[in-house]
């Protein structure tokens, strides 16, 4: 079955280094989205991404914060300036073309830590 | 801003003991997904309910989406040591938006 990837699974960095987590969704899906958890609590919504743009962005993505989908497979978050409260596993997210009504998959994760 | 919290927080059961986790959100929901996440895991999708009073149920695990469509619920039966992890709504406020509210969540143990 095919799976939402991510890399690197782990990703350690000082505060204020930039940061960039990469998501390869699955191949024939039109939506994805990144979503974070602080660790043992729940799943924040960040931003959901469509036809090469943004659709929808938390309170949480600030300027901090972009998404790329470079190349057509690749789908990345970039923290440009990290502090140490972004420290949390990020998720990627991706689902089929009917919006709302399709579920959504989610890669594995990265565990972000902020020194 | 909208809010979904879940109840409860935790819960152990014994196996083969009935559980529950009621999902409530401050808006109406245009539609719900239900997620289950285990230790160390990713979320992965258990199932969406769309109708107001909408049931669906798969195998032992029983889905209710509420007639007002604000909330939900999951119910499984005779609980086995595979059901332990961490159950969450997701909450769709309205059509044609990409933003899913996750519920705080129920982390459920089940004990041999």
């Known amino acids: 079955e095919p799976e939402v990837t991510q890399t690197p699974s782990h990703q350690v960095t000082q505060m204020g280094q930039e940061v960039i987590l990469r998501c390869v969704p699955i191949s024939n899906h039109l939506y994805f989205y990144w979503y974070r958890q602080i660790l043992g609590q729940k799943v924040e919504f960040l931003v959901s991404f469509y036809n090469n743009e943004i659709s929808e962005k938390s309170e949480i993505f600030d300027d901090q914060f972009s998404v790329e989908r470079p190349d057509g497979s690749n789908f990345t978050l970039k923290i440009r300036s990290t502090k140490l409260e972004d420290s949390a596993m990020y998720f990627c997210?991706?689902?089929?073309?009917?919006?709302?009504?399709?579920?959504?998959?989610f890669g594995d994760g990265t565990r972000l830590s902020i020194l | 801003g909208q809010q979904v919290m879940q109840i409860p927080q935790y819960q152990h059961v014994q196996e083969g003991e009935d559980f529950t986790t009621y999902c409530n959100s401050s808006t109406t929901l245009s539609n719900i997904q239900w997620y289950k996440q285990r230790p160390g895991g990713h979320p992965v999708f258990l199932i969406q309910l769309v109708k107001s009073g909408e049931v669906k149920k798969q195998k032992r695990l029983t889905f209710q989406f509420g007639e007002a469509k604000k909330n939900s619920s999951l119910h499984i039966t005779a609980t086995q040591t595979t059901d332990v992890g961490t159950y969450f709504c997701a909450g769709l406020k309205t059509s044609g938006t990409y933003k899913y509210i996750f519920g705080t969540g129920t982390r459920l143990k089940v004990l041999a």
């Open positions: 997210a991706s689902s089929h073309a009917d919006r709302e009504f399709q579920p959504q998959h």
